[in-house]
């Protein structure tokens, strides 16, 4: 597998910087095979079949970012990867210099954090005080790097999804943000069922691969609870011939972890899972989507799940119509020409 073969060029001005005035306002685009058909994200409910069952994620983005400063003066951004306890935490850090084992960084309120390890990526803390309360109290949210400013007071809301309920991700679930209540509403009303997973978001998500990736085929760990009702749930949506659609890649994810089994059971732990092209799908079968960067594990993953001419054929007619990209940006509505199953 080669990164080039999922690259693409793509506009700054097509980077979304934020939101539309309404959630439902995006455009999105229908790809099956080699067929694009441009819509906007309040025509989904056309697109879905009584009986399906659409699954997203409920997780919540926490205010994970802070800003401090080391005793010595210098500055400190720190990204909360994952708490780990009431005090302790993964983090990363960015300044001109990378904390050591021991330092001390001093944030607002008379709160400070101690380096007490270093984990590969991240450096593990303690807080002076509980982190949730810190969150609360001095957290920003986590805009993505790719967005050239700083989060304002809509942010906190449209950065998060309508039905986000457990915190603990640092990046939205970015193909839920489109969803309003009242299409929710109008969706059940269709006669289709809406089910949840859990998955929490991690700044990997960000991260350009490795080439060590590439070689173990896993990525970064991130906190994933596939329920036993939701299970049930899928088996008997199955059983009607009604079909699973995925809200976003962190739905496919989870799900496709808990059914590597080759039948969709609970789950609760991390997942590493890598998708790519030759994999085999065995619960999704139709996926919503926002445009992702290139070279991505993103990217590789709606490849393999509907081949990757398609996509960079769907991707360019994108930057053509002029689509806005990446967690802001638009959407896709996937199908695979060829829906059959892996059992």
């Known amino acids: 597998m080669k990164l080039a073969d999922y690259n ?3 506009p700054e001005k097509l980077i979304a910087q934020k939101p539309n005035k309404k959630r439902i306002s995006s455009k999105l685009l229908h790809v099956k095979g080699h067929v694009v058909k441009d ?4 025509e989904l409910p056309e697109l879905l079949k009584k009986n399906d069952l659409l699954i997203v994620n409920d997780t919540k983005v926490m205010p994970s970012r802070l800003f401090g400063k080391k005793i010595t003066g210098g500055k400190v951004e720190i990204l909360i990867e994952r708490i780990l306890d009431t005090a302790i935490a993964l983090i990363q850090t ?3 210099k990378r904390p050591l084992l021991g330092d001390i960084i001093l944030l607002e309120n008379e709160v400070s954090i101690e380096i ?3 984990e590969q990526d991240f450096l593990r803390v303690k807080f002076s005080k509980d982190i949730n309360c810190v969150l609360d109290e001095i957290g920003h949210v986590p805009l993505p790097p790719y967005i050239s400013r700083l989060p ?9 999804t309508v039905y986000a309920k457990k915190s ?3 990046a939205a679930p970015t193909a839920g943000l489109h969803f309003s209540k009242s299409l929710l ?21 960000f991260m350009p691969l490795r080439e060590e990736q590439l070689k173990t085929k896993k990525l970064h760990k991130e906190q994933t609870v596939v329920g036993e009702n939701l299970c049930r749930e899928i088996e008997h949506t199955l059983s009607i011939g009604g079909r699973i659609i995925a809200v976003g890649t962190t739905v496919a994810r989870a ?7 080759g039948r969709i059971k609970p789950f609760a732990g991390d997942t590493d899972i890598f998708i790519y092209p030759g994999f085999q799908f065995r619960i999704v079968d139709a996926m919503i989507t926002n445009f992702h960067l290139p070279k991505s594990s993103l990217i590789i993953l709606v490849s393999a799940f509907i081949g990757r001419e398609e996509v960079l054929q769907a991707y360019q007619h994108a930057v053509n119509q002029h689509y806005q990209f990446y967690s802001y940006g638009d959407a896709m509505f996937l199908e695979r020409s060829n829906s059959k199953r892996c059992k």
């Open 168 to 170: 603990g991700a640092v």
């Open 116 to 118: 007490i390890g270093i």
């Open 255 to 261: 799900l496709e972890t808990a059914a590597l089994s």
């Open 94 to 96: 960015k300044s001109s």
């Open 39 to 42: 819509r906007v994200f309040s």
């Open 185 to 205: 509403n109008a969706i059940q009303n269709k006669g289709i069922r809406i089910g949840a997973i859990t998955l929490h978001v991690g700044s990997g998500t």
């Open 8 to 10: 693409f060029n793509l």
């Open 152 to 160: 304002n007071m809509n942010d906190k809301k449209r950065y998060q």
